[in-house]
């Protein structure tokens, strides 16, 4: 079997799997019951209700059979307005017209809802590997934006998380240049009555075109996303305006506002539509993401704006401002819901998930560092010998720098705790970019200063502080991977050698050099390394 169509069969069992999960332990109980959570009407048909969704799901195939269109509904009848069109069963109604046919109304409804969830995870996946994601990372992707628990609870009855799937498809379809698939998906938000997702929907279309998109090709899928917002007039004029639902008030944005608490814990509080929980890891994770992705700064800057904005405005009225822009972007005032484009952080805040994880190239990189660190600490340790003899040439100071740049900071930090901590020698690490901002101040020809420099993209630099305490008379200790430098720098006072490495185990290297001078220094000077002098190891009182 091709590796692709292995990979392709390995995702949709993966989504099929989570949408069993989503749904459990309802799913046990599937024969003869809907995949949904029951909502009170209130004495009217409720939005987005089960019963009502499923309705619109048959009517399609209903219409369709007499020759009818689809989206009329002849049998609801409300003498107070006109009857309005039958929006949200035709794209899912197509699917449920055949399933219903062969296994009936509850179980078609049910595999309807099943399917979203393959669908979701699937386009999501495949929207990633086009981004050049690991396969690994593309299926955690998916995994994430199928089971996102605001796009499940919107699941449970309502349309508005059955089709959030169309999202990861515009992305796709535009990353691929199928700009008219792109337009047809994105049309097919507002087309399907979910005017709110639309509004958030077409200005993430347009950003990703900036980011993405050549700008030859702009032209090209601008004109798709001007069909959708046509699409989307179109059934603002024709659905909403002067219906009985336009006209919300504010105090029902109110009830129905998220609080900050909300994106932490899982409590459902008023209902699905505060369910906005993503919790702490996932977030940070795809903060790392981001900052993976941060060399594709219009992709980083569109997805960490899709990601924030829609958890900004689901706190509704409880963000300053709020009521303000309600009141004045069209469309927006007719919702009294406002965590509606939540769908958006869901997809943003996955995929920067996905950016997160270890490619596969860069994971057998980093193992095949870490199989060398027993070989490289060998090495040094190979040099105690060296290494006991500068302890000795600083264990007569009273004083000691430690200077390190990046990666390199905390071990100089590291080795200044431990000279102080078992030789008593007062000893201060700093990072080298501060050095002219206090420390050049002490240095003279009695303060040994320990350089930790890796020969890496910042070595110039630090190199350049080296010059700048030699110039003052410091005794420079440099612990490095430069060879060289010793013999094209005479102002040299001693050297430490350390294999050259990758840079992720470089800590673990550069760690063994500084605690065997503050080891050996211990052992010259006289003191007890094993006994600190005023020190615990655990700590019994504040």
């Not at 995949?35 to 004495?43: C, E, F, K, Q, W």
């Not at 949200?88 to 046919?101: D, E, H, K, N, S």
Request: proline share 6%; net charge neutral.
């Amino acid at each position: 079997m091709p590796d692709r169509r292995r990979f392709v069969i390995v995702a949709c069992a993966l989504y099929a799997v989570c949408a069993l999960w989503a749904t459990w332990p309802a799913i046990r109980h599937v024969e003869g019951h809907y995949l949904a959570r029951p909502a009170a009407g209130y004495g009217q048909a409720a939005a987005g209700d089960h019963l009502q969704l499923g309705w619109s799901f048959w009517l399609v195939g209903h219409q369709l059979g007499d020759g009818a269109s689809p989206l009329a509904d002849p049998y609801s009848f409300r003498p107070e307005a006109d009857a309005p069109p039958s929006l949200q069963g035709w794209l899912l109604g197509l699917p449920y017209w055949p399933l219903r046919a062969a296994f009936g109304d509850v179980w078609a409804y049910d595999l309807v809802v099943l399917l979203t969830f393959v669908l979701a995870g699937a386009l999501a996946c495949w929207w990633l590997r086009t981004l050049d994601v690991s396969r690994p990372a593309a299926l955690v992707g998916g995994a994430l934006f199928c089971l996102m628990p605001y796009r499940v609870g919107q699941s449970a009855g309502h349309l508005l998380g059955l089709i959030a799937f169309l999202l990861p498809a515009v992305l796709l379809a535009l990353e691929r240049r199928r700009y008219a698939v792109a337009a047809l998906a994105l049309a097919a938000i507002p087309l399907s009555g979910q005017l709110h997702l639309a509004l958030g929907a077409i200005p993430l279309a347009l950003g990703y075109v900036w980011a993405r998109v050549p700008r030859t090709d702009w032209w090209k899928a601008g004109a798709g996303i001007v069909a959708a917002l046509v699409a989307g007039l179109v059934v603002d004029r024709w659905a909403v305006a002067g219906s009985i639902g336009a006209g919300r008030s504010f105090a029902q944005v109110e009830r129905y506002s998220a609080e900050v608490s909300d994106f932490v814990t899982r409590a459902i509080g008023s209902g699905s539509e505060e369910l906005v929980f993503v919790g702490w890891v996932t977030p940070l994770l795809a903060l790392v993401g981001l900052v993976a992705v941060h060399r594709r700064r219009g992709l980083a800057v569109v997805l960490g704006l899709a990601a924030v904005l829609p958890c900004l405005l689901a706190l509704g009225a409880n963000l300053p401002g709020y009521e303000t822009v309600w009141r004045l972007v069209p469309g927006l005032d007719s919702t009294r819901v406002p965590e509606r484009f939540m769908p958006i952080a869901c997809l943003a805040i996955a995929a920067a998930r996905a950016r997160g994880v270890i490619a596969r190239d860069e994971e057998r990189r980093l193992v095949a560092a870490l199989t060398e660190v027993p070989r490289h600490i060998g090495s040094i340790l190979g040099e105690e010998r060296h290494i006991a003899e500068v302890a000795r040439k600083i264990a007569h100071a009273r004083d000691v720098l430690y200077l390190g740049r990046g990666i390199t900071y905390p071990i100089a930090l590291e080795g200044a705790l431990k000279l102080k901590e078992i030789s008593y020698i007062h000893a201060e690490g700093y990072a080298a970019g501060e050095l002219k901002h206090g420390p050049i101040a002490l240095i003279d020809e009695n303060v040994p200063v320990v350089v930790i420099a890796p020969r890496d993209d910042l070595y110039e630099k630090t190199v350049s502080n080296m010059e700048e305490v030699a110039a003052r008379g410091g005794r420079i200790v440099l612990i490095s991977d430069d060879g060289k430098l010793g013999d094209e720098a005479p102002w040299m006072f001693e050297r430490i050698d350390v294999p050259r490495a990758d840079p992720f185990i470089s800590p673990l290297l550069y760690a063994v050099p500084v605690q065997l001078l503050a080891y050996h220094a211990a052992v010259f000077i006289g003191t007890d390394v094993d006994q600190p002098r005023n020190l615990a190891k655990s700590v019994t009182v504040e």
